[in-house]
């Protein structure tokens, strides 16, 4: 059975202090692997797609990489903004499975 | 930009109701999901539709049902309400999946059901 694990559930960072946040996942023939970021009481909203292990994707203070065991959600020098849930999703055969996420408090 | 709706933010049924949550997406994407959030559980697949008038279920399909009639809209539909169906619900959409790239899923700002 394919399962994904986030860690940790929850963060809290002051602004401007760098950290990472893990995926790890069991799944076989893994396909592709997404990073969505989602605010309390709305979507998920896509932030990377990564297809194979050593892969890397960066989009303003966020860089996602990847293993073929895990992905690190790396957040330099965060912002309050950057508070929000943040969930792990890998895509095999089957739809995709989702980790419980972790929660990000950025303090000012 | 891709853009998913749902038709209701919130709402609130009462226990044995019969309720239809409504999703339409506008990019012509084949695949659209239902999902429910809830806390410590995270996203967990109701149904989900590879073309018109198919669907496929997903995890957790007991208590529900879906339409897909046309293929810019994927209906979710409790029978019969009951009180451990509150939850965040969330519809999603993405292009076909076949043997080519992967492609993500483009989720609905979600529906809030309470049922009391």
């Known amino acids: 059975e394919d399962q994904v694990t986030q860690s940790p559930e929850a963060l809290r960072l002051q602004e401007g202090e760098s950290s990472s946040l893990n995926c790890s996942y069991t799944v076989s023939g893994l396909r592709g692997l997404f990073w969505y970021r989602q605010d309390p009481g709305k979507g998920p909203e896509f932030l990377f797609t990564?297809?194979?292990a050593g892969e890397e994707k960066e989009k303003e203070r966020l860089k996602a990489t990847l293993t073929k065991k895990e992905s690190f959600l790396h957040i330099t020098a965060p912002k309050p903004e950057d508070s929000a849930t943040y969930l792990c999703a890998v895509q095999a055969a089957t739809p995709l499975v989702f980790g419980k996420g972790t929660r990000l408090s950025v303090i000012a | 930009d891709v853009k998913v709706t749902q038709s209701s933010r919130y709402l609130v049924k009462r226990t044995g109701e019969k309720v239809f949550l409504e999703c339409v997406q506008d990019?012509?994407?084949?695949?659209m999901f239902w999902y429910r959030q809830d806390p410590g559980l995270g996203l967990r697949l109701i149904y989900f539709?590879?073309?018109?008038?198919?669907?496929e279920k997903g995890d957790i399909p007991e208590g529900y049902s879906v339409s897909r009639e046309k293929k810019e809209r994927f209906s979710l539909i409790l029978e019969s309400a009951s009180t451990n169906q509150t939850s965040m619900y969330l519809c999603?959409?993405?292009?076909?999946?076949?043997?080519?790239?992967?492609?993500?899923?483009?989720f609905g700002p979600g529906t809030r059901l309470t049922v009391t």
């Open positions: 990564l297809y194979s």
């Open positions: 999603a959409s993405s292009p076909l999946l076949g043997q080519g790239p992967i492609y993500e899923q483009y």
């Open positions: 539709s590879y073309d018109v008038k198919m669907k």
């Open positions: 990019m012509d994407h084949e695949n």
